[in-house]
């Protein structure tokens, strides 16, 4: 058994997952996302895979977009819901495929649903984020040979496969600064060697990086 075979078995144990091939969701359609007065909904996957210095996971970096709140930031792909989705299982998918090329549904493996989470910044978009932990398609990983890579949209600038044990290891040991409305403002945030990850990203990655040893 491979060191992320057992990555696998010990997060599935503590998320409480079968671990079959695909897991769907229909209580958490997406319908009525955008009504009046709700919250617009939204999902993100936290998409894993192996590799020979263990478990990595996927993080962007968001395109710089004038109208974009979250221009330029380390994120995980995703986006809001729309009205054909089945579920936010769903909008998480069709995001990832949107974003990267990575096509959840071709051998992919739904392992968990994390707690949703809102923006704490009453200036930030009215939207919850629901947060999925995926398994890559075996051609993602990188145990043996080279593999697949990813096709990034307009929306992405970059794309990276982050190892979890430095995450974990280094914790919220950075700090991100902005200066908002005159006031300068700090955050905890995930160091990596491509920026800080802060924000709603550094709240989800907390609760998943709880969950594994």
């Not at 998409?47 to 995980?76: F, N, P, T």
């Not at 769903?90 to 959840?104: C, N, W």
């Not at 200066?179 to 491509?194: L, Q």
Request: charged share 25%.
């Amino acid at each position: 058994m491979s060191e992320f075979d057992v990555f696998l078995s010990r997060l599935r144990a503590r998320v409480g997952a079968e671990g079959s091939a695909w897991v769907g969701e229909p209580e958490a359609s997406a319908e009525g996302a955008g009504s009046a007065g709700a919250l617009r909904r939204a999902a993100v996957a936290l998409v894993l895979r192996g590799h020979v210095e263990g478990a990595q996971m996927l993080v962007i970096k968001r395109s710089e977009a004038e109208r974009d709140h979250w221009s330029g930031h380390l994120a995980l792909p995703g986006g809001r819901a729309e009205p054909e989705d089945e579920s936010l299982l769903a909008t998480a998918v069709r995001e990832t495929f949107e974003e990267v090329g990575l096509d959840l549904r071709a051998g992919g493996e739904a392992l968990a649903r994390l707690g949703t989470v809102t923006p704490q910044s009453p200036y930030a978009p009215r939207i919850s984020v629901t947060p999925f932990v995926f398994v890559a398609p075996r051609a993602y990983h990188a145990r043996v040979g080279e593999p697949r890579g990813l096709e990034l949209s307009g929306e992405v600038a970059a794309a990276f496969w982050v190892p979890v044990d430095e995450l974990k290891r280094g914790g919220r040991s950075g700090v991100f600064r902005m200066v908002f409305a005159g006031v300068e403002r700090e955050w905890p945030a995930y160091p990596s060697e491509h920026g800080l990850i802060w924000g709603i990203t550094e709240r989800i990655l907390t609760e998943f990086l709880s969950l594994v040893d």
